[in-house]
């Protein structure tokens, strides 16, 4: 049986294991902010693509979808589409972006949501920005505006979710909730609200009033921002 190799050994086979090694170095010492897109792509698909130069993947990856955020949110069908992408690569970019949702989730769960409104976006922007069909969601808050949980109540088309008034108030009183935040996403990229939106709010809003749970606000997700009908006028 032949010997097995040493870590060492084989990074001495790696011939871009020096390049592999000064990337990292550089992003223990400045961190992300230090770093172009491909370079911290690249960083990212050393775990899926070993002992190979990942700068060309990470240049076409981001050249096909844009910046490092939408390559990571990009669906998997569209992913693989791309030459030199395989199942690895998807996962590894998955998985960061199930913990980019996730570390923006434990900073806005069970905390104050009126107070903490800018982690609220920013958890929101990072969830459902970049979706690439519509997604409802409904944030429960307690009677001290903690946020007790966000329920995907919905999913539809690149246009289109229905919603059911109904089981939003029905949710709510089971989560023992006094208030509710409505959030959902377009994916064409614009948060200004239609005239479905709206009406469907005031659905909502007549439900909710009836059960004397308030609805603090409506946002409307989109990769240029958001839109929030309190700030409009239109809640």
């Avoid at 390049?19 to 170095?25: N, T």
């Avoid at 961190?31 to 899926?48: I, N, V």
């Avoid at 929101?124 to 109540?153: G, S």
């Avoid at 008034?165 to 959902?184: F, G, M, Q, T, Y």
Wanted: aromatic share 4%.
């Amino acid at each position: 049986m032949a010997p097995k190799k040493s870590d060492s050994a084989i990074d001495k086979a790696d011939p871009n294991a020096g390049h592999r090694e000064r990337l990292r170095a550089r992003f223990v010492k400045g961190g992300a902010a230090a770093m172009p897109d491909y370079e911290l792509l690249e960083l990212t698909l050393f775990a899926a693509v070993p002992r190979k130069d990942t700068k060309p993947l990470a240049k076409t990856l981001l050249a096909r979808f844009g910046g490092f955020a939408d390559v990571i949110a990009a669906p998997r069908e569209r992913l693989l589409e791309i030459p030199g992408v395989g199942d690895a690569v998807v996962s590894q970019l998955k998985i960061v972006e199930a913990a980019a949702a996730r570390l923006a989730q434990t900073r806005v769960i069970g905390r104050p949501a009126l107070s903490s409104w800018t982690a609220l976006l920013d958890y929101c922007m990072a969830v459902m920005a970049r979706a690439p069909a519509e997604e409802f969601h409904v944030l429960f808050l307690d009677r001290k505006n903690v946020l007790i949980a966000d329920e995907v109540q919905a999913r539809g088309t690149v246009d289109h979710t229905p919603v059911y008034p109904r089981e939003i108030v029905k949710r709510a009183l089971e989560h023992s909730a006094s208030a509710i935040i409505l959030v959902h996403n377009h994916p064409s990229g614009d948060p200004t609200p239609s005239k479905a939106d709206i009406a469907m709010t005031r659905e909502v809003a007549a439900a909710a009033k009836a059960l004397g749970i308030a609805i603090h606000d409506h946002l409307v997700i989109g990769r240029s921002g958001h839109a929030s009908f309190k700030s409009l006028g239109l809640l």
